[in-house]
């Protein structure tokens, strides 16, 4: 088992900068790539960037790419995820996500394991 832990979400303003941090335990040796989805009320959970933890190859969806920056510390077991220019379409529950085969990155149901989630609030 691999157990997810994230932190660092919050309230922010329009334009502000905020680090989410995912924290991983267990059977750590599994996992081949982690990744951050979100999930606004009412809406389902959408894909927001990932990446390879060997190689580090990394992926964003079209609308992060170029604000958010997805990255990790091995020695850490820790994956980031460092959004800038936050708008209010950014606000969410974000979830850390881990898969053990290297699946489509995008799809959540890739992912064997998932994080309780944080909460991120934008506002404008």
């Known amino acids: 088992q691999v157990q997810l832990v994230e932190s660092g979400g919050g309230l922010v303003q329009a334009g502000d900068s905020l680090r989410l941090s995912c924290v991983r335990s267990?059977?750590?040796?599994?996992?081949?790539?982690m990744g951050w989805f979100r999930q606004a009320p009412g809406k389902e959970r959408e894909f927001v960037a990932a990446i390879d933890w060997i190689d580090g190859t990394v992926y964003y969806t079209p609308s992060t790419k170029g604000r958010f920056t997805v990255s990790r510390d091995s020695a850490l077991n820790t994956l980031y995820l460092q959004m800038n220019s936050l708008n209010a379409k950014d606000a969410a529950v974000y979830y850390c996500a881990a898969a053990s085969t290297p699946t489509r990155a995008t799809s959540p149901g890739s992912y064997n394991y998932w994080g309780q989630g944080t909460q991120v609030t934008v506002s404008s």
């Open positions: 267990g059977r750590t040796f599994s996992i081949y790539r």
